[in-house]
């Protein structure tokens, strides 16, 4: 099998366990049909702006339920950014989290905040590392002179 | 506009000013509104692959900003925190080349919602323009509540490239009804109203013979 046939299936499997396992959703798969000859790095573009953002909910969350008395509007309305911009890209496992983190901001729940932050910390680089890895075999597949398949 | 037949020079300035206008004129332009960076890139970029112009504002009030309408009377606040405009009064926006063919708005947003853009735009000179709001919440009352209030559509985040086959349908509807307008003030008819889900297809071409003609 040349090297092009195997990087395909490599992706091809990788992309089905992202999906199986529920880290990335349709939306996902919506994203990348968005890329094109004009803008070949809108999926990798966008994704580093929802982890840039990510990192600093995270951090904001975690000082704002470090405080005596937690301001769980402010909590909440952190949750909802990242709902969104979860739900956006396709970040269903960390937007499935924000839906029970609000739950806890609406009931000022702090050690089920604390908790569900502290998933959303844990998904937010699980997720980081696997596309990281699916963009690594995507240039792959460019360097040996293919063009990124269209995903399912 | 009218080609002055002034000499050949000036007839080809005015045709390049006339193909500049047009080719601004085959892209509408949308005006989109969200205060999330990363919505912000994906409307970007569906509006973009539709042929779209886009114009990005963060939040309701740079829109109002954007259309002129922020230094309006009910609007006291604006105005003395204004840094760009000098005069009390800026008139609506009405640059050929940046005329406004849709909104579209996120719901939710920090400081005026997209509802309360919504009613300002509908209350003013821009009541045409067709205003989609945007949100990731599926509430029935709040999609209700900005239907009545003019909204053309109401569409549930996320976003994808077929939401945008449905903002296609709102600008050729509202096209169309300007040229309904076009039609009635050339045939001095004092009673502008635009007849709503009335179809009839001769008024786009009669809108680009007139064009052709000029």
Redesign the interface.
């Known amino acids: 099998m040349d090297l092009l046939s195997q990087l395909r299936g490599q992706i091809a499997d990788f992309s089905a366990f992202l999906h199986r396992e529920g880290f990335v959703d349709d939306?996902f798969t919506?994203?990348q049909?968005?890329r094109?000859e004009s803008?070949p790095g809108?999926v990798v573009?966008?994704v580093s702006?929802?982890f840039e953002?990510c990192e600093k909910l995270v951090n904001n969350m975690a000082k704002a339920l470090e405080q005596q008395i937690v301001d769980f509007k402010q909590v909440d309305s952190h949750v909802?950014?990242l709902?969104?911009?979860s739900?956006?890209?396709?970040a269903a496992r960390i937007h499935n989290v924000c839906i029970a983190f609000k739950t806890c901001c609406e009931d000022q729940n702090r050690d089920g905040c604390v908790r569900c932050l502290q998933q959303v910390n844990h998904e937010c680089i699980q997720l980081k590392n696997n596309l990281q890895t699916l963009f690594k075999l995507e240039q792959q597949i460019v360097a040996a002179g293919g063009s990124i398949p269209a995903m399912q | 506009m009218e080609i002055m037949e002034s000499g050949a020079a000036d007839t080809q300035q005015k045709h390049e000013e006339k193909y500049q206008q047009q080719t601004e004129e085959k892209h509408f332009h949308v005006l989109a509104v969200d205060d999330?960076?990363?919505?912000r890139?994906?409307l970007e970029?569906?509006l973009?692959?539709s042929s779209y112009r886009v114009t990005f504002v963060d939040s309701g009030d740079k829109a109002l900003e954007y259309l002129g309408l922020l230094n309006s009377i009910d609007n006291v606040k604006a105005t003395s925190s204004s840094s760009s405009s000098s005069s009390s009064y800026q008139s609506p926006r009405q640059d050929q080349g940046m005329k406004v063919n849709l909104i579209i708005t996120d719901y939710?947003m920090p400081g005026m919602s997209g509802y309360d853009l919504l009613k300002r735009v509908k209350g003013s000179y821009f009541k045409d323009v067709p205003v989609v709001i945007m949100s990731?919440e599926n509430i029935p009352s709040r999609i209700g509540m900005c239907l009545d209030e003019g909204a053309e559509e109401f569409l549930l985040?996320?976003?994808?490239?077929s939401d945008m086959e449905k903002l296609q349908h709102h600008l050729l509807n509202s096209l169309e009804h300007s040229c309904e307008r076009i039609d009635k003030s050339l045939n001095t008819d004092s009673n502008c109203i635009a007849v709503r889900n009335k179809s009839n297809s001769n008024h786009g071409s009669v809108s680009r013979v007139r064009r052709q003609m000029t």
């Open positions: 939306q919506q994203l049909k968005l094109d803008s809108f573009e966008v702006l929802f953002d909802h950014q709902k969104g911009s739900s956006s890209i396709g | 999330s960076l990363i919505e890139k994906l970029r569906l973009k692959v939710c990731s985040k996320p976003l994808q490239l």
